[in-house]
């Protein structure tokens, strides 16, 4: 079975902090994805990354940054976390070869910025 | 961004009851994706149907699409109370690269025991 995790379920932090989520995958996947998710608004792509050093923007990126240095790894900075990046943050792997389309996902981070 | 957009955004039924849910689209696309998310987790693909398909069964799942009114419904037969969860559509559109998907807000499905 594909695995995803995120290195937290639950974070809190303080306005102004810098803040890393990490995503990990274990099957080898070339994509990966960054969401977050809001009440009332569904899920908005942040970033993703079809290789490893290689990322592009969603369809919310600002505020955010990611890094990608090794295949398994995608992780979502916030170089200054505000109280509007207050979210559910889900991270999710794809087999672009497979032609499956189907994306897995991590068990999703819970951020409060206070 | 085009977005899918579910109907109704909130379920209610009696366990043993079918639930349908909605989705229409804007663009086309080469896939559409249903996704199911118990409270508080990640998502999980349920069924792909893709643009030349009409109709995908998988278990209790019943997918159609219809691409000439952009929109696909989701059939759950002899819903359970395990069943209870948020349901996403989410299209891959058509001409699009690297398997990006568009979700929807969801469904919240209740099914009571």
């Known amino acids: 079975d594909v695995k995803v995790t995120q290195s937290s379920r639950y974070l809190v932090k303080r306005t102004g902090e810098k803040v890393f989520l990490e995503c990990v995958q274990d099957m080898d996947h070339e994509n990966m994805f960054w969401y977050r998710q809001d009440p009332g608004l569904g899920l908005r792509l942040i970033y993703f990354?079809?290789?490893?050093?290689?990322?592009e923007k969603g369809d919310i990126p600002e505020g955010y940054s990611v890094s990608r240095e090794k295949k398994e790894r995608f992780s979502l900075i916030l170089e200054s976390a505000s109280t509007n990046q207050t979210s559910m943050y889900l991270c999710?792997?794809?087999?672009?070869?497979?032609?499956?389309?189907?994306?897995?996902f991590g068990p999703g981070t819970r951020l409060t910025v206070t | 961004s085009q977005q899918g957009e579910e109907d109704p955004q909130a379920l209610s039924i009696q366990e043993g009851e079918n639930a349908t849910m909605n989705c229409s689209y804007k663009t086309s696309i080469n896939n559409l994706q249903w996704y199911r998310q118990n409270s508080g987790r990640g998502l999980v693909h349920l069924i792909l149907?893709?643009?030349?398909?009409r109709e995908k069964h998988s278990g209790r799942l019943r997918v159609t699409l219809d691409t000439s009114k952009k929109s696909s419904s989701l059939l759950i037969t002899a819903s359970r109370a395990a069943d209870t969860a948020s349901y996403f559509c989410a299209t891959q559109l058509y001409g699009g690269s690297q398997g990006n998907l568009i979700f929807g807000k969801g469904t919240k499905l209740s099914v009571k025991p």
């Open positions: 149907i893709r643009s030349n398909e």
């Open positions: 999710a792997s794809m087999d672009r070869q497979s032609f499956s389309y189907e994306q897995y």
């Open positions: 990354s079809y290789d490893v050093k290689m990322k």
